[in-house]
């Protein structure tokens, strides 16, 4: 304990229980700090690009994930220190921000870091460290605006969006088919786009799997798919022209809010009962027969009398629908969420031209479709895969694909991929570095040396020579101006992008650059850690 006298002579105390804390200062807190980011960054360095390696993740409760999208790693992992935390913040902020680009987020910040440290040793201030590659990252934002190009698409013509969410799903499992998968994602994301407002819902995209068959099975409905089938066996499986009603109030009698007994001592009683709840049941289902409803979808269950009662009454029923799947069918056929029977009416009956129960496999596998919506602001994409683990990963995927086709919707410049683009603010940022004068020329050169590491991890993860192919395309986009010139780790036989085919979003990218500095600059200014000890 640190004591110490106030003017009166009084004792008291200036960190409490001193003793049992550990306390890191000055350039040994930030190297401590510097080495944590270091570390996550490593791990995620090696599943960048389309040759990158997978992690397999095991929870605590025995749940094994096997992924290489970074936000999901880093979600996964059980990080303890802080600063690494803050990697995990970093990624995520990416993953809601953009979608895409977030294993190369932590890459760029890790190399940030890397770089600062070499800085620091030679005895430069961390803020002018920070100063240095805050006026980097702005040069390199602006350079990447001058490179960028515009991309011209249209609900015709959906090629170049295509194009582009194939480069993201190029370094996920599902490479094989990732022609198919990317047509899917950017038909998904053009039917609930509002382009007048380049805007698009995400929330309407509803992305579903099931295990069995083959990921070539994979296809996109323009209605809803819910996991449920009728509630009795013998309901038909396919209604044409339905009417829906949506219900959120359960087919039984009411329940007194009153704790209440009810003595029947005769037969004559329990039958009068027995008629009074079968009359309920009648009504109910009466009122659903007298709005025009041909399918009700129920939030709750009901029990069997009232399920009998409403295959007698040739009205098929789904019960147990989960809240949002309720909100989505209701968008999608342009009903309304019903709370008491009292309120159907036939303006609120949702309408979709197909409903049909479609089994799987030899198991007891049924989903429900509900297609030609009235309004077909809502589609689902639906996933089939071997098992579990290829579905969990098929839809982070497909994710990260709608992502990058709305960020287009909303901005249609793009950038060359395969590190092209990195190298190319590379060298625009090191060639500006002359123009400073002060000690901040050293950092902003250390930022463009920082820029090469996204390349460079590319050529690594490929099996290549990664200084010698680092080198060489370097020389090229000097020798020839063009910034479209990468890493080719498919061996094509091609170092340009453009012909590749390889593209990126600019606002992903930009965003990569802006948030990695942000992170780094907030690591460099921490200088005194103190942590309670270990018990």
């Known amino acids: 304990m640190a004591l110490a006298f106030d003017e009166y002579g009084r004792p008291f105390i200036i960190i409490k229980e001193q003793e049992q804390k550990s306390r890191l200062r000055g350039l040994d807190a930030q190297k ?68 895409d680009g977030t294993t190369g987020v932590v890459v760029m910040a890790g190399a940030l870091l890397e770089q600062a440290e070499k800085l620091l040793e030679r005895g430069i201030h961390p803020v002018r460290v920070a100063e240095g590659y805050e006026l980097a990252s702005r040069i390199a934002v602006e350079h990447l605006e001058h490179i960028a190009q515009k991309f011209e698409f249209n609900v015709t013509n959906i090629e170049p969006l295509v194009r582009t969410c194939m480069t993201t799903l190029s370094s996920k499992i599902v490479n094989r088919c990732k022609q198919t998968l990317a047509e899917i994602a950017v038909k998904a994301v053009l039917a609930v786009a509002d382009l007048e407002r380049k805007d698009v819902n995400l929330d309407l ?22 996991d449920k089938d009728m509630s009795h066996p013998q309901m038909p499986k396919i209604i044409e022209d339905a009417k829906i009603a949506i219900l959120t109030c359960p087919f039984e009698p009411p329940k007194p809010k009153t704790k209440h007994k009810v003595d029947i001592d005769t037969v004559e009683k329990f039958q009068t009962l027995r008629q ?65 029977f009292q309120e159907l009416t036939p303006e609120k009956l949702g309408r979709a031209g197909l409903v049909r129960e479609k089994s799987f496999g030899t198991t007891k596998d049924r989903m429900l ?24 990963e098929t839809k982070r995927s497909i994710h990260d694909a709608l992502c990058v086709a709305r960020n287009l919707i909303r901005n249609k410049s793009i950038v060359y991929g395969g590190g092209s683009a990195e190298i190319s603010c590379s060298i625009a940022v090191d060639a500006a570095a002359y123009r400073y004068r002060g000690v901040e020329q050293y950092a902003i050169r250390s930022f463009a040396e920082a820029l090469d590491s996204i390349p460079m991890a590319l050529a690594e993860n490929s099996g290549l020579q990664p200084i010698e ?12 101006n063009t910034p479209f010139c990468g890493i080719d780790c498919n061996d094509v036989g091609t170092n340009n992008m453009q012909e590749q085919n390889v593209f990126e979003t600019l606002i992903g990218k930009q965003q990569q650059i802006l948030l990695a500095t942000q992170v780094v600059k907030m690591i460099l200014k921490i200088d005194d850690v103190i942590s309670p000890s270990e018990y």
């Not at 995990?88 to 953009?98: A, C, F, K, M, P």
């Not at 029990?303 to 009662?309: F, K, R, Y």
């Open 32 to 99: 401590a700090n510097i080495n944590a980011g270091k570390a996550v960054a490593r791990i995620l360095r090696t599943s960048l690009g389309p040759k990158g390696m997978d992690k397999m993740l095991q929870s605590p409760d025995g749940d094994v994930t096997i992924t290489n999208d970074g936000a999901t790693i880093l979600e996964l992992m059980d990080v303890d220190n802080q600063i690494a935390k803050l990697m995990v913040e970093l990624s995520r902020s990416q993953d809601y921000e953009i979608g």
């Open 205 to 226: 995209i509803k992305v579903e799997g099931k295990v069995g068959g083959k990921l070539e099975d994979t296809e996109l409905v323009y209605g809803i798919i819910v």
């Open 276 to 340: 009074q709840e079968l009359k309920y049941f009648d009504d109910m289902v009466q009122k659903c027969k007298d709005v025009g409803a041909t399918l009700v979808i129920c939030q709750w269950g009901f029990d069997d009398e009232a399920n009998h009662l409403l295959m007698h009454r040739n009205l098929p029923a789904v019960r147990w629908v989960g809240g949002v799947e309720l909100e989505l069918i209701a968008i999608a056929t342009g009903g309304r969420i019903v709370p008491r």
């Open 369 to 392: 479709y509900i297609e030609q919506c009235a309004n077909s602001r809502a589609v689902t994409i639906f996933i089939r895969g071997g098992n579990k683990m290829m579905i969990e």
């Open 469 to 480: 192919t680092l080198s060489a395309v370097k020389l090229q986009q000097i020798k020839e």
